[in-house]
Nanobody
Framework: QAQLVESGGGLVQAGGSLRLSCAAS????????MGWFRQAPGKEREFVAA????????SVADSVKGRFTVSRDNAKNMLWLQMNTLTPDDTAVYYC???????????????????WGQGTQVTVSS
């Protein structure tokens, strides 16, 4: 019954902000790591940011570093992605992902995550 439910996507102008949320339940709620990936039309899925639910250590893609912040609330089994200074290049479907297995470092590869949300569309207009 692992489940990840995302919300918060939408349409914003360049320079604006959005906050995405992801609620984990079932087996996904006991994950060591939770993170965000995105996929733009015609492009491959790419890593955005992830966090260790135990240590709080994060990994953030260079393309969004300084603009996006990933955080979590373990008590509520929630994951957030605060996105600031958005640009049209950030337009994509954003997916929440969770990894139940421990790893030495915060995973940044999509195949290392077993649980995925449905995706939420983020569109940034110029």
């Amino acid at each position: 019954q692992a489940q990840l439910v995302e919300s918060g996507g939408g349409l914003v102008q360049a320079g604006g902000s959005l906050r995405l949320s992801c609620a984990a339940s079932g087996r996904a709620a006991s994950s060591y790591y939770m993170g965000w990936f995105r996929q733009a039309p015609g492009k491959e899925r790419e890593f955005v940011a992830a966090i260790s639910t135990t240590s709080g250590t994060t990994s953030v893609a260079d393309s969004v570093k300084g603009r996006f912040t990933v955080s979590r609330d373990n008590a509520k089994n929630m994951l957030w992605l605060q996105m600031n200074t958005l640009t049209p290049d950030d337009t994509a479907v954003y997916y929440c992902a969770a990894r139940q297995l421990y790893n030495r470092v915060v995973p940044t590869i999509d195949v290392m995550y077993a649980y995925w949300g449905q995706g939420t569309q983020v569109t940034v207009s110029s």
